[in-house]
C-alpha cells in the first residue's frame, strides 16, 4: 500500500513570498489533515478534510494560509505572505474511516524555511 | 481547552534497559490514544494505540497503559535497542471531534550502546 505522499521535501524562501505544499493521501482514505511542526513542538493541526469538506479550521491563519481539497482526493496547502515564524515542517495525513476516530498515516513533510 | 502534557521531555537510556514515558490529557470525553515514533527527516509513524474501553495493550516489546479516571496513560518499552532512538509523541483524540487529535511535545529518546 503506497502512503501518503508530499512534495516537495524541502523548500527556502523569502520572507513576504508565497508558497505551496502538495499531498495525495493514502488511496480511499476520506480525511486528510495538514499539521505544522516547529521544531521541538509535536504537530499541531491546521486544518482537517472530510472528502472534499473543511471538517475543522480553526487553527489555520486564514489572513495568510489557505487550503484546498477539491476532488476529496488530493490537496494543497498554500502560505501567502510567508512570516519567518512560519518556518516548520508541514505535515500531510489521512485517515480511512469517515466519522469515526481511527488512526492517521503521515507523509514524510515539507521542511519549510523562510529567511 | 483541550492539552496533553508529555513528559520527559529527553529520556536516556542503557540499551536493554526500560524506557517509560507518561502524558496526561485533559479532554474527558477523549477515547483514543495513539502513540507515534518520528526518526529524524521522517513523518511520525503509529507504533501503538489504545481506546478508552481498554486499560492495557501490549505489542512485543512495547505496551501503553491508560488510567481514564486519571486522565493518563503511559508508553512503555522494553529491552530497549538503539533503534529506538527517536522522537515519540503521545496524543489523544479531541472530543466528538472526528479524527481531530491534540499531540503532547514529544520525548527524545536516546538508547545507548
Known amino acids: 500500500e503506497a502512503g501518503v505522499a508530499q512534495s516537495p521535501r524541502y523548500k527556502i524562501i523569502e520572507k513576504r513570498q508565497s508558497v505551496a505544499f502538495w499531498c495525495n493521501p493514502i488511496?480511499?482514505?476520506?480525511?486528510l489533515y495538514w499539521y505544522q511542526q516547529i521544531l521541538g513542538q509535536g504537530p499541531k493541526l491546521l486544518i482537517q478534510?472530510?472528502?472534499?469538506?473543511?471538517?475543522?479550521d480553526s487553527q489555520l491563519p486564514k489572513d495568510r494560509f489557505s487550503a484546498e481539497r477539491l476532488k476529496g482526493v488530493d490537496s494543497t496547502l498554500k502560505i501567502q505572505p510567508a512570516k519567518l515564524e512560519d518556518s516548520a515542517v508541514y505535515l500531510c495525513?489521512?485517515?480511512?474511516?469517515?466519522?469515526?476516530?481511527?488512526?492517521?498515516?503521515f507523509g514524510q513533510g515539507t521542511r519549510l524555511t523562510v529567511v | 481547552g483541550e492539552n496533553v502534557e508529555q513528559h520527559p521531555s529527553t529520556l536516556s537510556v542503557q540499551e536493554g534497559d526500560s524506557a517509560v514515558i507518561k502524558c496526561t490529557y485533559s479532554?474527558?470525553?477523549?477515547?483514543?490514544f495513539p502513540w507515534y515514533k518520528q526518526e529524524l527527516g521522517k513523518g511520525p509513524q503509529l507504533i501503538i494505540d489504545?481506546?478508552?474501553?481498554?486499560g492495557e495493550k501490549k505489542d512485543q516489546r512495547i505496551a501503553v497503559t491508560l488510567n481514564k479516571t486519571a486522565k493518563h496513560f503511559s508508553l512503555h518499552i522494553t529491552e530497549t535497542q538503539p533503534e529506538d532512538s527517536a522522537v515519540y509523541f503521545c496524543?489523544?483524540?479531541?472530543?466528538?471531534?472526528?479524527?481531530?487529535?491534540?499531540f503532547g511535545a514529544g520525548t527524545q529518546v536516546v538508547v545507548t550502546p
Open positions: 495525513a489521512s485517515s480511512l474511516v469517515e466519522g469515526a476516530v481511527t488512526e492517521a498515516f
Open positions: 488511496s480511499g482514505h476520506a480525511t
Open positions: 478534510f472530510q472528502n472534499n469538506g473543511v471538517v475543522d
Open positions: 479532554d474527558s470525553a477523549s477515547n483514543y
Open positions: 489504545i481506546r478508552s474501553n481498554v
Open positions: 496524543a489523544a483524540s479531541v472530543g466528538n471531534s472526528w479524527g481531530k487529535f491534540q
